[in-house]
């Protein structure tokens, strides 16, 4: 049987021949699957490398993660903090890694400089944001695979170098917030908005097109 999921790499010093899973998070917005603990093959197009896999406690978790040793990392060509297609045979149990350095997806807009966050529980946070920031709730920052501080807005051509301000609380719905001087810039209103992230040059981009 064929599952397909998508995972980040983190690469663990002293980690050898070992992967840890941490996947079926309750709260992750990426598809995922869970692997019995045991020997598997790790691939890459023709590169692959045998490990012990072992699964993490994942119920209160946001992100798929896999955690590999320097040396696999290396055998397979995978990056520290990228994200992967991932598909797994169990009838080989193979574990075989395909590049997506873009997300995509459409997210809630809001529009302010005052983010008020509001959890299942009904906890409430409130900050503020300047016209050179851009705040991505966390669940929003591990549906697009966000990695850096400083990202770059692009709408056609018109773009704007921003600072990320990520929210913590796991428990907020994704959405993104942008000042209304931003809005105007790029002509967002309070919707679902197509949005791409590419991890590689942090150029996030608003109604990407196909």
Known sequence: MISRAVFDVDVVPDFANQALLVAGCGGSPLPTFTVPDGNVVLRRGKAKARVSLTNSDSSECIDNRIEVGVAT???LGLINKRRYNVRFDSVERSISFFRKPVSRTSIATRIGSTVVEINTNGDRTVTRIKD???HVSAIGVVLLGI???QLLLKRGVVTKRVRLQAG???FVEPFIQVTPN???MF???EEDT???FNQISSVL???PGK
Do not use: Y
Request: aromatic letters at 0%; hydrophobic letters at 40%; glycine letters at 4%.
């Open 73 to 75: 990392a290396r055998t």
């Open 132 to 134: 050179n920031e851009i």
């Open 147 to 149: 990695l850096k501080n």
């Open 168 to 170: 913590s609380d796991i």
């Open 182 to 184: 931003t809005a105007n």
């Open 187 to 189: 002509g967002l209103v």
């Open 194 to 196: 197509p949005v791409a």
């Open 205 to 207: 981009r608003i109604h």
